[in-house]
């Protein structure tokens, strides 16, 4: 049978402008009636339409849609599907990677007025960093550029981190000589595939004294964290390392910024 554009379309449940838009990728080739000249439709571009609409709700484009449904043999059409499998599970492990994280950010916001001031003994997995302030003036380092901005890319699982010298704390100064930083989890290293060479420095897996802090300065000072220091001598630990912290957040209040930042200082 044929049938007109507004027949097809009624038909079909799509609208004109949806068959021409098809008719642009030759999916569908209407025919030209030359004693009225009125186009029509047949019952061949009801399945190549219908077919082709298939294709697209696979979420495979367009142009491939209108090759499969034109000219792919069976052998074409079973690649372009599992390549779109293939492509499917790796969004999906991605995209559940991400869940975990936005609950794990979540849980981490929920404690962290819980947490203030409060000391807590805490395992953390190794750690890898990209070291890009001394203080908190940027590092103008060209070597660090393109590592930067594929580790910017993988935010939210990178978090800007802090690292304090081990002999500061030693010393017993009011001020640390400390640098910030991009970082990302061992595991997220090898579930992200990410790979390490050497602007990248490595803080292995330990035991911590952690806590909450608020931070309302622009430099870090001995004062903020001397309460942990209380701590960890009432309790006979050993500072064992650099103290490592990141930002979880931070908040405006009145005319105030507040950075809520989860400090880790590695004890024995």
Do not use: H
């Not at 079909?12 to 402008?17: H, N, R, S, Y």
């Not at 000391?119 to 590592?147: F, S, W």
């Not at 017993?172 to 390490?196: C, Q, V």
Request: contains cysteine; charged residues 30%.
């Amino acid at each position: 049978m044929k049938y007109t554009i507004s027949e097809f379309a009624e038909l079909l449940g799509v609208t004109a402008d949806t068959l021409r838009f098809y008719e642009k990728y030759e999916i569908i080739k209407p025919f030209k009636d030359k004693k009225n000249n009125y186009r029509y439709f047949n019952d061949m571009d009801a399945r190549n339409l219908l077919m082709s609409r298939w294709y697209r709700s696979l979420d495979i484009p367009i142009q491939e849609a209108s090759y499969l449904t034109r000219k792919a043999s069976l052998s074409d059409i079973m690649d372009t599907i599992q390549a779109k499998q293939r492509e499917l599970d790796e969004e999906i492990r991605v995209k559940t990677m991400l869940l975990n994280k936005m609950k794990e950010i979540a849980t981490d916001l929920v404690e962290a007025k819980n947490k203030r001031n409060l000391c807590l003994r805490k395992d953390l997995p190794g750690i890898y960093r990209l070291r890009q302030t001394d203080k908190n003036d940027l590092l103008k380092d060209v070597t660090l550029t393109n590592k930067v901005e594929e580790w910017m890319k993988l935010l939210p699982f990178t978090f800007f981190s802090f690292r304090i010298n081990n002999q500061d704390i030693l010393t017993e100064g009011t001020s640390f000589d400390y640098n910030w930083g991009l970082a990302l989890f061992d595991d997220d290293i090898r579930k992200l595939n990410i790979k390490i060479d050497e602007s990248t420095e490595y803080i292995k897996p330990n035991s911590y004294i952690s806590s909450v802090i608020i931070s309302t300065g622009e430099y870090m000072k001995r004062d903020s964290l001397e309460f942990m220091f209380s701590y960890i001598k009432e309790k006979q630990y050993t500072v064992n390392g650099d103290i490592f912290g990141r930002i979880l957040t931070a908040e405006n209040k009145g005319t105030e910024r507040r950075f809520y930042l989860e400090v880790y200082i590695p004890v024995i």
